[in-house]
């Protein structure tokens, strides 16, 4: 069958048995869409016949937020290469009479195809079920013009329709709810918290989502998407599950935002990891003199792809883990230099650990070069960096054998703009010359990738020489503990020399792979081996 890249799932399956048929029904509809899943719930819809296959409003009982929470749940094991969202336009705890369609809802991605679990008995009946979910969905969606009802055939247990119904009580909701959260890279645990609090809010949705210092001690912050890019994401999100909510969608540079001030609020939703925060925001409310909030409180949703260095837990911080290695954005093509050898372009911080990440690429083959021994080489007497160096500093930064001592010039120019820029405007052309050397001389012998090894390749400007840009990254903290370590230094002088350098997330901007050696070496090795595997090389 042919895939398509959106679709709408239309489950018709009672409440009580939808639980234990989601996972095989995503399986089976993964099969047929490959980007977006809309999932609209109609327990009990009869689409045998033209004059029952009309939407209604479904009754917000406990069993539909339990559901919610299933499908995400279920998605993020069989599907998570699919977004999958469930629409919350027919479902609602009052004034359950009326037509929630009364236009055709337009949602971001136009549906292309139309899939349902509705059990067809006799197989003479198919073209008929296929017309009237082919005209229920285009009463409730607006979607493209050749859209495809297909009915799906999921492998299902023999006993699922034994199951017990839930309570037919209707979930409680209130005016105006809110959550806060980073949201970065919106993922299954996101979408239920979202989801569960559009299911509660009745008149607005307040959303703070933090930024700058909240984002501080986050695992891998670099790799957090801009603020902007988040926003827009939630939004598009929220427009399509329920577009009769008011959004305030607002940063948040602290744990409390406006849930402490704002008057109108009624309750907030929150997860078991994060309750403590939510009490705590009721807390403050008390001490500002207005009423608590209601906590309604979700479950995590456990992540069973998670590795030895993630959460349990679905997270963010295991998504950015996970695209350590990867091609974040595809390299440039560079018409100025060879295909061949393919030049990856190594970077990072002092104590970063490129050079070992450097090291691991020559052991998978590669040529490494390494800028610093080859800036020690234009530093040597006769070389053409060396008169001009002692002519620009003077004769005090020599050896007494005439060589130059790196040290002393290094006191000259630390933390003077002008002296650095004057020594680099020097030595930086040489070495890249020299580098320049050394690929070609590699590509001589055949070898069909190089990693120059270089702390400054985008300082330097000698991005035009490679192919990729590799990053390594490291907590700050963590590169002064390296430094001190390794170098001796204090840690007022460590932080100093870090300080003095790019930051992580500057020299992430320019990127194509990012990587990290935080963890244990065959972590890094695991990145370098995905690097080496997902570029043009």
């Given at each position: 069958?042919?895939?398509?890249?959106?679709?709408?799932?239309?489950?018709?399956?009672?409440?009580?048995?939808?639980?234990?048929?989601?996972?095989?029904?995503?399986?089976?509809?993964?099969?047929?869409?490959?980007?977006?899943?809309?999932?609209?719930?109609?327990?009990?819809?009869?689409?045998?016949?033209?004059?029952?296959?009309?939407?209604?409003?479904?009754?917000?009982?406990?069993?539909?937020?339990?559901?919610?929470?299933?499908?995400?749940?279920?998605?993020?094991?069989?599907?998570?290469?699919?977004?999958?969202?469930?629409?919350?336009?027919?479902?609602?705890?009052?004034?359950?009479?009326?037509?929630?369609?009364?236009?055709?809802?337009?949602?971001?991605?136009?549906?292309?195809?139309?899939?349902?679990?509705?059990?067809?008995?006799?197989?003479?009946?198919?073209?008929?079920?296929?017309?009237?979910l082919h005209t229920y969905a285009?009463?409730?969606?607006?979607?493209?013009?050749?859209?495809?009802?297909?009915?799906?055939?999921?492998?299902?247990?023999?006993?699922?329709?034994?199951?017990?119904?839930?309570?037919?009580?209707?979930?409680?909701t209130y005016s105006d709810v809110?959550?806060?959260?980073?949201?970065?890279?919106?993922?299954?645990?996101?979408?239920?918290?979202?989801?569960?609090?559009?299911?509660?809010?009745?008149?607005?949705?307040?959303?703070?989502?933090?930024?700058?210092?909240?984002?501080?001690?986050?695992?891998?912050?670099?790799?957090?998407?801009?603020?902007?890019?988040?926003?827009?994401?939630?939004?598009?999100?929220?427009?399509?599950?329920?577009?009769?909510?008011?959004?305030?969608?607002?940063?948040?540079?602290?744990?409390?935002?406006?849930?402490?001030?704002?008057?109108?609020?009624?309750?907030?939703?929150?997860?078991?990891?994060?309750?403590?925060?939510?009490?705590?925001?009721?807390?403050?409310?008390?001490?500002?003199?207005?009423?608590?909030?209601?906590?309604?409180?979700?479950?995590?949703?456990?992540?069973?792809?998670?590795?030895?260095?993630?959460?349990?837990?679905?997270?963010?911080?295991?998504?950015?883990?996970?695209?350590?290695?990867?091609?974040?954005?595809?390299?440039?093509?560079?018409?100025?230099?060879?295909?061949?050898?393919?030049?990856?372009?190594?970077?990072?911080?002092?104590?970063?650990?490129?050079?070992?990440?450097?090291?691991?690429?020559?052991?998978?083959?590669?040529?490494?070069?390494?800028?610093?021994?080859?800036?020690?080489?234009?530093?040597?007497?006769?070389?053409?960096?060396?008169?001009?160096?002692?002519?620009?500093?003077?004769?005090?930064?020599?050896?007494?054998?005439?060589?130059?001592?790196?040290?002393?010039?290094?006191?000259?120019?630390?933390?003077?703009?002008?002296k650095l820029k004057g020594l680099?405007?020097?030595?930086?052309?040489?070495?890249?010359?020299?580098?320049?050397?050394?690929?070609?001389?590699?590509?001589?012998?055949?070898?069909?990738?190089?990693?120059?090894?270089?702390?400054?390749?985008?300082?330097?400007?000698?991005?035009?020489?490679?192919?990729?840009?590799?990053?390594?990254?490291?907590?700050?903290?963590?590169?002064?503990?390296?430094?001190?370590?390794?170098?001796?230094?204090?840690?007022?002088?460590?932080?100093?020399?870090?300080?003095?350098?790019?930051?992580?997330?500057?020299?992430?901007?320019?990127?194509?792979?990012?990587?990290?050696?935080?963890?244990?070496?065959?972590?890094?090795?695991?990145?370098?081996?995905?690097?080496?595997?997902?570029?043009?090389?």
């Amino acid at each position: 069958m042919a895939m398509f890249s959106t679709g709408v799932l239309v489950l018709t399956s009672p409440l009580h048995t939808l639980p234990l048929r989601i996972a095989p029904v995503l399986t089976s509809a993964a099969q047929v869409v490959e980007r977006t899943l809309y999932v609209h719930l109609h327990p009990g819809l009869n689409l045998g016949s033209a004059a029952q296959a009309r939407p209604v409003y479904v009754p917000a009982v406990p069993d539909v937020s339990s559901l919610i929470s299933k499908l995400y749940s279920n998605a993020a094991d069989v599907c998570s290469h699919l977004d999958v969202r469930v629409l919350l336009t027919n479902i609602r705890n009052h004034s359950l009479g009326g037509n929630p369609f009364p236009a055709p809802q337009t949602l971001t991605h136009s549906p292309e195809v139309v899939l349902t679990d509705f059990v067809v008995q006799d197989s003479s009946q198919s073209n008929v079920v296929k017309q009237c979910l082919h005209t229920y969905a285009e009463h409730c969606y607006a979607c493209t013009p050749a859209l495809v009802p297909v009915l799906l055939s999921p492998q299902l247990d023999s006993d699922v329709e034994e199951q017990e119904g839930g309570t037919s009580e209707l979930v409680d909701t209130y005016s105006d709810v809110v959550v806060g959260g980073t949201f970065d890279r919106l993922h299954g645990a996101h979408k239920t918290l979202l989801n569960i609090s559009c299911l509660l809010a009745d008149k607005r949705f307040l959303i703070g989502v933090s930024d700058r210092d909240l984002l501080k001690n986050k695992v891998l912050k670099e790799l957090i998407e801009p603020y902007n890019l988040r926003v827009a994401r939630l939004r598009e999100f929220l427009q399509d599950i329920k577009p009769c909510l008011h959004y305030d969608i607002v940063p948040l540079g602290d744990p409390y935002g406006p849930s402490i001030t704002d008057t109108n609020l009624q309750c907030i939703v929150v997860s078991e990891e994060t309750r403590k925060g939510g009490e705590a925001v009721n807390r403050k409310r008390l001490e500002n003199g207005l009423p608590g909030l209601v906590l309604h409180v979700i479950q995590l949703i456990k992540d069973a792809h998670h590795s030895d260095i993630e959460e349990e837990k679905i997270s963010s911080s295991s998504f950015r883990t996970r695209l350590l290695g990867t091609l974040l954005s595809p390299p440039k093509e560079n018409l100025h230099i060879p295909r061949l050898p393919y030049v990856i372009g190594l970077t990072g911080g002092t104590g970063s650990g490129k050079s070992s990440i450097a090291r691991r690429l020559e052991a998978l083959g590669a040529a490494r070069i390494d800028s610093d021994q080859l800036g020690h080489e234009t530093y040597r007497p006769g070389a053409p960096a060396y008169s001009r160096v002692v002519q620009q500093f003077g004769t005090d930064i020599l050896n007494e054998d005439g060589t130059i001592n790196r040290r002393q010039l290094g006191k000259k120019v630390f933390g003077d703009k002008e002296k650095l820029k004057g020594l680099t405007d020097i030595v930086w052309p040489e070495i890249a010359l020299l580098v320049k050397k050394q690929i070609r001389e590699a590509g001589e012998k055949g070898k069909t990738v190089c990693v120059v090894d270089a702390a400054v390749l985008l300082e330097a400007g000698w991005t035009d020489m490679v192919h990729e840009v590799w990053v390594a990254i490291i907590p700050e903290k963590e590169a002064v503990s390296r430094i001190m370590q390794r170098d001796g230094m204090s840690e007022e002088d460590a932080w100093r020399r870090l300080a003095s350098q790019w930051t992580n997330a500057e020299q992430v901007r320019h990127a194509n792979v990012v990587l990290c050696t935080l963890w244990e070496p065959e972590v890094t090795q695991r990145q370098v081996r995905r690097g080496n595997t997902g570029g043009s090389k």
